[in-house]
Each structure stands twice: as C-alpha cells, then as structure tokens.
C-alpha cells in the first residue's frame, strides 16, 4: 500500500513538472515572438506561477507593453528583450529543478508532513485517544503505533490494550501494530498469545504474519519453537515471514532447530538461505555460510549433538537503523535516538531496561478519562 500511495505520488509530481514546463515554453513563446523589432502582435494575457504578463492590442507611441512579477511591474521597451525574463528565468529553472527533485525523490505532501509531525508531535493523551478511537481503524492504527514507540508505551495499561486488539480487532493492520507493540513492550508470556498469528491457515495478512515473525525475535519462549519450525520448515509459504523466522531461531541452541535451518538453507529464496546461515553461526560460532554439505560434516564429526553449539554467540535482535532525511539536518537541535540490538525479553536480566527508555510507567496525560 506504502509503495502504491509512493507511486501516486509519483504521477503527481511528473504532472505537476509537465505542467511547469508547458507554462514556461508557452510563455517564453508568447513573449519572445512579441519582442522582436519592438512589435507586439495580438494582445494576450498570461497567467504563469512566477507572474503574469500583460500586452496591449497594439502599441505606438509611449505605450509599452507590461510585465507583473509578484507585486513590481515592469515596462518593455523597444527591441530590448523584457527585462522580466532574466529574473523569471533564473526563478523558472530553480522552480523546475525543485519539481523533479520531489517527483523522483518522493511525494511533497508526505515530506512537508513528516516536518509538521517532527515541530509539531501529537501528544500522550492525543496517542492514547487515537488508540482507543472504534469508529476509524486507521486513527487505532496510528495511535497504538504512536505509544508503541513512547518511553511510556510499556505500561500496564497498555500492555491490556495491545494484548486485546491482538486477540480480537478485526482490521488487520491495527493487529499487526498491535503485536508489533507487544513484541517491544511484552513478556515471554506474550509469545504464546503471537505465535498462532504466524499460520497462514489462522490468517491470510501477510503483515499480520511478517509483524508476528518480527516480535518473536524479540521475546524468548521455548514452547513457541515448534510453531517457528513448522513455518520454516512449510514448503509453500511467504519468503519473508519464513526469513525472520529463520533470525529468530538463532536464539534457541536446541537440535531440532538446527536442523530446521539446515533444511532452510534449500529454500528457493535468498533472504531465507542467508538469514538460516546467520543464525546457525550465532548458535555454533561456525561460519560455513550457505554450504549445506559442510555443515553436516562439521556436524556428524561431534562426538555429541550438543557440543555443536559450544561455541555459540549471544543473540541480540535486530533492529531498523536509517540515515537522516533532508529537513532533520535542518533542525539539528532535535535529538532523536535509535534502538540499539538487545537481548529479548526472556533472556536479559530483569532489571535491564527494554526497548528505548521505559521505565515502565505511563504518564498521566497519556491516560484518557473514563466517559
């Protein structure tokens, strides 16, 4: 969806060039045919973006045909070119260039959207009504995904709410922020409630199943093992939800996981192969890469199964790191920080702090009234 509003966008802003352009071909046109020798020939009003340029029917004598940039008027006289066309040509380019820039770059309306947000960002209460709106699933969405990233967003509170819309919302993308919520803020606990929403047969969303896929990297359970193996292991299912079941299983130095990365490393698909490889070198600290045949070797030369993962690395999940965009350089004094890999909740001690800066207790504008 994110790709075809993009691509929208997109058409937008080649109309919008296509439309800069035949302005200013029709206007340098209509004015250098006019110049020429002093003669003006039929009078005609142009209306383009920098200005607009005014001709008389016919001129003799001192009467001059005009040109309005902005709020100055300029006269043309003789057979000098207009004076107006250098400083309009010199705005014109500037104009054009600054159109294809955001026809190819992106959509306008989404930059100068993301600016108001970063000057202007919704509040806790303003979040948290937003969540619990049940007449618009995208004003849930929005909020659930807006506390999720909160420093306040692992409170019990909202724990309660993430767990319900995870069971039983009906949009399947406030489900899927749902879970992705509760992967950051939840407990091992949580785990069993986001497993099932790995099956294809228990819901057709591929965002719903890649968000589930997502969170188990971040909650360590060992009864969810099974479940995780059998979509790894599916001969027909979705390349991307069975690659970040492959990350997650990295977490987990058992045999029947080893195996089952094993036979991910024959999947038709590449992000499959290289996330199993990855995971079998954090679990055994051995880098046969995507080679099949060598790790079964290295294998069968163990004296015990469970020496294969001697060796073994921590897991730490993995997390999204971007570059800045153009308009967070011009407002450097805002500091934003992003998520470092960390152990998942299950496995990092208690009184380590989770994701971002929760301390586990929401404000209290962050909690709406009762009606």
Known sequence: MHQMQHAACGDRGAADVAGVVGDLRCQQHDVERRSIHGQVGPGVSLACRM???????????????????????????????????????????????????????????????DIGEMFTPKTPREAALEALDPYNADRRREGVVLLANAPFGGAEIYLEMYRDYVENETDPLVRAAAITALGRHGGPEDAILIVPWLDSSVTESQNVRWSAAKSLQRLHNPEVVGPMIRVLTAED?????????????????????????????????????????????????????????????WYDSLQKASYAFNGGRDYLYPTYSRDKVWYEYIAFWI?????????????????????????????????PESS
């Open 51 to 113: 200005g607009s340029v005014d001709l008389p029917h016919r001129t003799s004598g001192r009467e001059h045909p005009t040109a309005t940039v902005g709020r100055r008027v300029w006269t043309i006289r003789g057979s000098r070119p207009p004076l107006y066309t250098a400083v309009m040509r010199r705005t014109a380019i500037l104009v054009v260039l600054t159109a294809i820039t955001f026809a190819v770059t992106g959509c306008v309306t989404d930059d100068f959207q």
């Open 335 to 367: 500091q934003k920080s992003q998520e470092e890999p960390s152990q998942p909740s299950g496995l990092r001690p208690e009184s380590q702090r989770k994701t971002w800066s929760n301390d586990g207790s929401a404000s209290e504008d962050a909690i």
């Open 237 to 297: 299912d979705d390349g991307e939800v069975k690659a970040a079941v492959a990350t997650a299983l990295g977490q987990y130095p058992e045999d029947n996981v080893f195996q089952a990365l094993l036979m991910a490393l024959d999947d038709r698909r590449l992000s499959v192969n290289l996330n199993a490889a990855e995971s079998l070198s954090l679990l055994t600290g051995q880098a046969w890469g995507m080679d099949r045949l060598a790790w079964i070797r």
